[in-house]
């Protein structure tokens, strides 16, 4: 797999960095950081020295010390991009040009891509057409051992292969909660596709409903932030992620990966 990871060497994308590492630490996978000057948002004597070069020479060697680092220490294939532009375009445009499999973005703060947070991190994630793992500043990098997957509406792969496969590599047990009930029509037919193809596997899996519920992302949440889940999974099928950027900005930091 190819891993994209936005950075701006803040502590926050630093974490989304450590993700991407522990999980190219257990799916062979390749790193590559992007660092985007968004010129436009800076003041003045900041475009002086981008256009100078100083500043991007500064960057560059602190990305290649990043990556030089990770190969040492990881032995996993990483690299950078430095690029100028504006932040979505950017990582939208980088993605499919590097054909990255999975964007890695660290949210909460002020600056950057730390930036990325509510309505900025639901354009980020609607202007890709790859899943996308957010992390925040506070997230406790884990072994996935407990994975909660909000089968909704727009779900429409609940076997989504990169789901499997780090629930093979992290012997994750896979905890499916459908917005509707279990026993209706459009929940059946997902039923049996998990059934179908996680059977087949060494894959652990459970069943439950958050039909009746009363704000059924917030029981989502809570669900997950009571019991030893370390990664919640989302998928948007195309369509606008507003509705559920709640379950981003979860106040125990659980990583969210929204798959497309």
């Known amino acids: 797999m190819r891993l994209l990871v936005a950075t701006d060497l803040s502590e926050a994308s630093n974490k989304a960095l450590m993700s991407a590492v522990n999980i190219a630490g257990k799916i062979k996978s390749e790193i590559i950081l992007?660092?985007?000057?968004?010129?436009?948002?800076?003041?003045?004597?900041?475009?002086?020295?981008?256009?100078?070069?100083?500043?991007?020479?500064?960057?560059?060697?602190?990305?290649?010390?990043?990556?030089?680092?990770?190969?040492?220490?990881?032995?996993?294939?990483?690299?950078?991009l430095t690029k100028e532009g504006e932040l979505f375009e950017t990582l939208a445009e980088t993605a499919k040009e590097t054909k990255s499999d999975i964007i890695f973005i660290g949210t909460h703060g002020v600056h950057g891509v730390q930036h990325i947070t509510g309505s900025f991190l639901a354009k980020t994630i609607n202007s890709v057409n790859i899943p996308v793992w957010v992390s925040k500043k506070n997230t406790v990098i884990s072994e996935y051992k407990d994975i909660y997957i909000l089968i909704d509406e727009l779900f429409d792969n609940p076997v989504n292969d990169i789901l499997l496969e780090i629930a093979e590599k992290f012997n994750s047990v896979l905890h499916y909660y459908f917005t509707e009930s279990t026993s209706s029509f459009t929940s059946k037919e997902l039923i049996i596709k998990i059934q179908t193809v996680i059977d087949n596997t060494k894959i652990k899996y459970t069943i439950s409903s958050l039909n009746g519920e009363e704000n059924i992302n917030q029981k989502f949440v809570d669900k997950a932030s009571l019991s030893s889940c370390s990664l919640m999974v989302l998928e948007r099928n195309n369509n606008d992620i507003s509705p559920l950027i709640d379950i981003f900005n979860n106040k125990n930091s659980i990583e969210v990966l929204c798959l497309n």
């Open 34 to 80: 992007l660092h985007v000057f968004e010129v436009s948002d800076i003041d003045k004597s900041a475009k002086k020295l981008v256009g100078s070069g100083f500043l991007n020479r500064e960057i560059k060697n602190q990305l290649e010390e990043i990556t030089s680092d990770i190969q040492k220490k990881y032995n996993i294939n990483s690299s950078y």
